[in-house]
């Protein structure tokens, strides 16, 4: 009998139910491009050509792949 008042009822809009998860978690959070302390953040530090090894130090507010190594011509990365 119970069974029978169950198939009858169709899909009455029963909701996502009680069951686990389903949060955001409690992560770290994200800090955006550009932050932390990876290799490359913050205002210090070199240029470095990786094709001939040419240093210069870095420029702030001034990429370092923007940057020409003076010597051979190729695009400089962060050290």
Known sequence: MFNRVLRGRGNTGQ????????????????????????????????CVCPNCGHTELHVVGQRCIDQVCPKCGTKMIRK
Do not use: C
């Not at 302390?37 to 210090?44: H, V």
């Open 15 to 46: 909701g996502r139910g009680q069951g686990r998860g389903g949060g955001a978690g409690q992560g770290k959070g994200g800090g955006g491009r550009g932050s932390g302390n990876k290799p490359g953040s913050g205002p210090g530090g070199d």
